[in-house]
Nanobody, 121 residues
Framework: QVQLVESGGGLVQAVGSLRLSCVAS????????MAWFRQAPGKERENVAA????????YYADSVKGRFTISRDNAEKMVYLQMNSLKPEDTAVYYC??????????????WGQGTQVTVSS
């Protein structure tokens, strides 16, 4: 069982930056694939970035490539999403998620409560 708690969301102007953090509980964090999803009003939930258990492999949605960076610290049971050059269309609730599968694009088993990111133009 993994519990996830996100932080770091807020209001930022376009082209600004934010860093989201997610802290996990549970002894087996280092075995989980981790990801950040987002969901904007009226839109489907989107996997924006994922990282393998060791941190050696990452995935990014085309919409965030070159602007967002996912990273993890297994010793601290943390996963981060550094978001640069933010755009109004990045506005959404961002969720941290964990998967017992090695597939970065697979199903995710555990979810945080979400943190709101709002980018003003």
């Amino acid at each position: 069982q993994v519990q996830l708690v996100e932080s770091g969301g807020g209001l930022v102007q376009a082209v600004g930056s934010l860093r989201l953090s997610c802290v996990a509980s549970g002894r087996t964090f280092s075995t989980y694939t981790m990801a950040w999803f987002r969901q904007a009003p009226g839109k489907e939930r989107e996997n924006v970035a994922a990282v393998s258990a060791t941190g050696g492999t990452t995935y990014y949605a085309d919409s965030v490539k070159g602007r967002f960076t996912i990273s993890r610290d297994n010793a601290e049971k943390m996963v981060y999403l550094q978001m640069n050059s933010l755009k109004p269309e990045d506005t959404a609730v961002y969720y941290c998620a964990a998967s017992g599968s090695r597939r970065l694009g697979g199903a995710y088993d555990y979810w945080g409560q979400g943190t709101q990111v709002t980018v003003s133009s």
